[in-house]
């Protein structure tokens, strides 16, 4: 069965650090893809990256970076100087080849509080 | 662009009791999902409907329900409600099938049972 373990349940830091996001990630389909979420306080859910598994080159957009490594299972992500804005719960999520992008198994989460 | 419209917000039933969800997808969308979201198990797949038909389903007693109908807009009903349904019921929709694939949210359903 497939799971996804986002250990760190909060992380608190202070504007300008950088922090990174673990997710480790458990399937036995060899065709899988991995998506990270941000939840703002107000509650709807945004997509920030899908990776599949035969893409395992790290990506860089703006501050954010995610470092992908099937060797170990994980997919993990970095706030680079951080900003109050990015205050959210984090979610990194997992779906199997033949369930599609829509059936996703989430981890709990990881709230961030960026602080001033 | 509008995005994906749930209602209502809010909602107050009482054990025992029926209802119903609605959710509007981003127009051309034609898949939608539902999710649960509670403080103790966290986010949890309930289904996905594309094209009226049922393509996936989570692992929810047959309470829970769902329908789209032909303009792509979806409902889903849990009826008989107990205190453990209450939640954030998310719904998002996505351009199933196309290059740029991914789910949309909407601000959620916040459903009490009392």
């Known amino acids: 069965a497939q799971k996804v373990t986002q250990a760190q349940t909060e992380i608190s830091v202070v504007e300008k650090e950088d922090v990174t996001l673990d997710c480790v990630y458990e399937?036995?389909?060899?065709?899988?893809?991995l998506f990270w979420y941000k939840q703002p306080p107000s509650g709807e859910l945004v997509f920030l990256i899908r990776r599949n598994s035969f893409d395992e080159q790290n990506e860089i957009s703006g501050r954010y970076s995610w470092n992908f490594q099937k060797s170990t299972s994980s997919f993990n992500f970095t706030i680079t100087a951080s900003q109050v804005v990015d205050s959210a719960v984090y979610f990194c999520a997992l779906s199997e080849g033949d369930s599609g992008y829509s059936t996703l198994t989430f981890g709990k989460g990881t709230m961030l509080l960026v602080s001033p | 662009k509008a995005g994906v419209t749930q209602t209502p917000r809010y909602l107050i039933k009482t054990r025992g009791q029926q209802v119903t969800l609605s959710c509007s997808p981003i127009?051309?969308?034609?898949?939608v999902s539902w999710y649960q979201q509670t403080p103790g198990q966290g986010l949890q797949f309930l289904f996905e409907?594309?094209?009226?038909?049922?393509?996936n389903k989570g692992n929810f007693p047959g309470r829970f329900s769902g329908r789209q109908f032909s303009n792509s807009r979806s409902e889903m009903n849990v009826s008989t409600l107990e205190l453990g349904d209450s939640a954030l019921y998310l719904c998002?929709?996505?351009?199933?099938?196309?290059?740029?694939?991914?789910?949309?949210f909407g601000s959620g359903t916040q459903l009490s049972v009392l």
């Open positions: 409907y594309f094209s009226e038909t049922q393509r």
């Open positions: 127009s051309g969308h034609r898949s």
């Open positions: 399937t036995r389909d060899t065709t899988y893809y």
């Open positions: 998002a929709s996505s351009s199933y099938g196309t290059e740029n694939e991914k789910l949309f």
